[in-house]
């Protein structure tokens, strides 16, 4: 019955992600505190059943924004609509179909983790079990302790849990793994993908670039307050492709000969940092095979290997520091669309 229920749900996220159904939208949206601009006028659209990943260096904006979207904050200008409506003035109709998940704090000291749970699975219809919960998120030793004495990560577990326990239509989780151990971590992605697999739409803020690689289907890069870059972590790493390649093997390679092998000059190739080596040539098939064969014809085993494209953090970095410096704009995607 609960596959049957589940596949519904997830057949309902895909029909509504085929007509186009926007989940999500922001649009002109500006917001500040005294003379700090800390949204400035800001444009994307979340489809529904999307994994959307909003990404910014400390202090750009990502907080503000979720919170305008969560309904407790007020723009100054723009709008933010969550499944059509808007956050505050139609906050109660809104709230029983969302799921919010605090940078910090929003959780009451004094209650057990189980008592919260049923407190938020009691402002929902059709929540779920706060005990089963309870093993989802791995909390069950800590059953007996109140909540002002859990470590971090057990209070981003349990604030994750508070999130998920209405079965909600959107969920936001702002930096949900940021403290948790990499168990947590692991569960909380196989969570956000099941929550994908069942048509729910998911915002939220990290700063660990391979989260967003891995869990978002697209991303926007904001910093102070502006779009950045918008699009999928394929498209955004793809679009600033390097002619290099990046290896990692054994520590202590003689890069020089290794250079030679492959036909470059020395000082072409070097080893980054230990064990982790940079071809500054493009990754053509034959290279890549020569490098391939030096490495068989001495027994050494590659790792890992990354070629033609950067990583989204290497992305990341370059993006922010041109937007410091131009106050541009770049992406694959148009970002007033
Ligand atoms: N309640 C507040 N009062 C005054 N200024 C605030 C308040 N909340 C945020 N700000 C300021 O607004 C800007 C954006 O903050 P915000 O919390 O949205 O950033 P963020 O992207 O979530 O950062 P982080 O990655 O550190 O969580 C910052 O300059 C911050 O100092
Ligand atoms: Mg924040």
Sequence with gaps: ????????????????????????????????????????????????????????PNGAGKTTTVEILEGYRR??????????????????????????????????????????????????????SPDAMLDTVGLRDTIATPVRRLSGGQAQRLSLACALIGRPRVVFLDEPTAGMDPHARATTWELVRSLRDRGVTVLLTTHAMDEAETLCDRVAIINAGRLAALGSPQDLTRSAAVDEIVFVTDPGLDVDILAKALGLEEGMITETKSGEYVVRAAGTPARIADLACFLRDRDITMAAMQSGRRSLESVFLQITAESNATGATSGTEPVSG
């Design 1 to 56: 019955m609960a596959r049957r229920a589940g596949g519904l749900r997830r057949l309902a996220g895909l029909l509504s992600a085929l007509a186009g159904a926007c989940a999500i939208s922001v649009a002109g949206l500006r917001k500040s505190y005294g003379s700090t601009v800390a949204v400035d006028a800001l444009d994307f659209e979340v489809g529904a059943g999307e994994v959307f990943g909003l990404l910014g």
């Design 75 to 128: 723009p100054d200008a723009g709008s933010a609509r969550v499944l059509g409506l808007d956050p505050v003035r139609e906050g109660k109709r809104l709230r029983p179909q969302i799921g919010v998940m605090l940078q910090a704090g929003g959780l009451y000291p004094g209650l057990r983790p189980l008592e919260l749970l049923r407190l938020f699975a009691s402002y929902y219809d059709d929540a779920d």
